[in-house]
């Protein structure tokens, strides 16, 4: 399996229904997230789990850092389901943009300079409100550099299981303004890359 420099980050429903679950119900006066487990082939990394905090994570409103005991155990887990691996994490900006900040990049520097770790590129994905909704945006760290990537997220309420599984859907920025009912449902979409913006702070 080759992997390439990633350009795309696919969420398939079982890890965008974990992330919308803790969306809606998580106290957001501090961010939330967890890890994102997976196969990079090519140039896409699928995210087929999704991590929730876990107890023991510490949580305030500018950071988050995941709780290592409970993200060890559902790596495990996600390993002996389908292989998948630790890949990269997704967290919430409650009240800023879905731009890993300097702690956040330093913070994945960190994973990736750790050799027993073996990540070629440590995915991550931040929410943030935007127009009464959790918009997504995918960034990838890979050597020194944090690129933002495409990001596509299949529907989460789509067919029962026994159906065939949907087409992924490719999201992109809304033409109007969301409804204004901020609080109905929370859903999730994804933010295309800004193409002028290659070195978020
Ligand atoms: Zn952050």
């Known amino acids: 399996m080759t992997q390439q420099p990633?350009?795309?980050?696919?969420?398939?429903?079982?890890?965008?229904?974990?992330?919308t679950t803790e969306l809606r119900t998580a106290d957001h006066t501090t961010e939330t997230g967890g890890i994102l487990l997976g196969h990079h082939t090519r140039d896409t990394v699928t995210v087929h789990h999704a991590g929730t905090p876990g107890p023991a994570a510490v949580r305030t409103?500018?950071?988050?850092?995941?709780?290592?005991?409970?993200?060890?155990?559902?790596?495990?887990?996600?390993f002996a389901a389908d292989s998948s691996v630790w890949v990269g994490e997704w967290h919430t900006h409650p009240t800023g943009r879905p731009v890993p900040s300097a702690r956040d990049t330093a913070t994945y520097r960190d994973l990736l300079d750790d050799p027993e770790l073996g990540f070629h590129s440590v995915i991550a994905v931040i929410f943030a409100p935007r127009q009464g909704r959790w918009t997504g945006a995918a960034w990838t760290c890979h050597g020194r550099r944090v690129a933002p990537v495409e990001l596509t997220i299949s529907p989460v309420d789509g067919p029962r299981r026994e159906d065939?599984?949907?087409?992924?859907?490719?999201?992109?920025?809304?033409?109007?303004?969301?409804?204004?009912?901020?609080?109905?449902e929370p859903s999730i979409a994804a933010r295309s890359p800004q193409p002028g913006r290659t070195h978020p702070r």
């Open 164 to 184: 065939p599984p949907p087409r992924p859907r490719r999201f992109r920025p809304p033409r109007r303004p969301a409804p204004a009912s901020p609080h109905d």
């Open 6 to 19: 990633v350009a795309v980050v696919h969420l398939t429903a079982p890890a965008a229904r974990v992330i």
């Open 61 to 78: 409103p500018t950071y988050f850092l995941r709780d290592l005991a409970h993200a060890q155990a559902l790596a495990d887990a996600a």
